[in-house]
T-cell receptor, first 117, second 112 residues
Framework: EAQVTQNPRYLITVTGKKLTVTCSQN?????MSWYRQDPGLGLRQIYY???????DKGDVPEGYKVSRKEKRNFPLILESPSPNQTSLYFCASSFSIAGGSSYNEQFFGPGTRLTVL | GENVEQHPSTLSVQEGDSAVIKCTYSDSASNYFPWYKQELGKRPQLIIDIRSNVGEKKDQRIAVTLNKTAKHFSLHITETQPEDSAVYFC???????????FGTGTRLKVLA
């Protein structure tokens, strides 16, 4: 089954304790992205990756890191989580075509609800 | 920076009526505009999209219109049904950047 998976789905942690949220897709998608969703603010892009070893900042990258060592995986790393990073996080993936002349549907993962105390 | 404004934030309609959600974008280079539907507790899912070389696109009860001059695009849902109740997000992106800017969402309630 074609899908985007995220782990963990729920996480409660404390300020300053490093954590990683994993994201994996089995659709051979080139493009992957992380979003956070907060009430009244919609979806805000944190980081995205156009392909292996190619990443760039979205609108709200502060306090986050990412890596894209393999095409299927795109982990989100919080080196020192703070309470303002309490949010619902979504990973998404899609095909992308060189030159940007066409876009395909972004498929979202199930979400990870993170609480930082 | 780039911005997408979405209105209204909440919308209630009677079953069978039409619903319209509007978005305005700031970056004139934006050329792809998807709409996502998010049901309660679920992930966003694409329902329709439009590219800047097209003025209107329709898929059964759902349509999207784009006015590049005014930099706004709209989602139209006709003959609304209770299962249309959800939060709808518009987004904009620009060829070559792959950076997505989302609107803040519209909570649509279809009253039976």
């Amino acid at each position: 089954e074609a899908q985007v998976t995220q782990n963990p789905r729920y996480l409660i942690t404390v300020t300053g304790k490093k954590l990683t949220v994993t994201c994996s897709q089995n659709m051979n998608h080139e493009y992957m992205s992380w979003y956070r969703q907060d009430p009244g603010l919609g979806l805000r892009q944190i980081y995205y990756s156009m392909n292996v070893e190619v990443t760039d900042k979205g609108d709200v990258p502060e306090g986050y890191k990412v890596s894209r060592k393999e095409k299927r995986n795109f982990p989100l790393i919080l080196e020192s989580p703070s309470p303002n990073q309490t949010s619902l996080y979504f990973c998404a993936s899609s095909f992308s075509i060189a030159g940007g002349s066409s876009y395909n549907e972004q498929f979202f993962g199930p979400g990870t609800r993170l609480t930082v105390l | 920076g780039e911005n997408v404004e979405q209105h209204p934030s909440t919308l209630s309609v009677q079953e069978g009526d039409s619903a319209v959600i509007k978005c305005t974008y700031s970056d004139s280079a934006s050329n792809y505009f998807p709409w996502y539907k998010q049901e309660l507790g679920k992930r966003p899912q694409l329902i329709i999209d439009i590219r800047s070389n097209v003025g209107e696109k329709k898929d059964q009860r759902i349509a999207v219109t784009l006015n590049k001059t005014a930099k706004h695009f709209s989602l139209h849902i006709t003959e609304t049904q209770p299962e249309d109740s959800a939060v709808y997000f518009c987004a904009a992106t620009t060829s070559g950047t792959y950076k997505y800017i989302f609107g803040t969402g519209t909570r649509l309630k279809v009253l039976a």
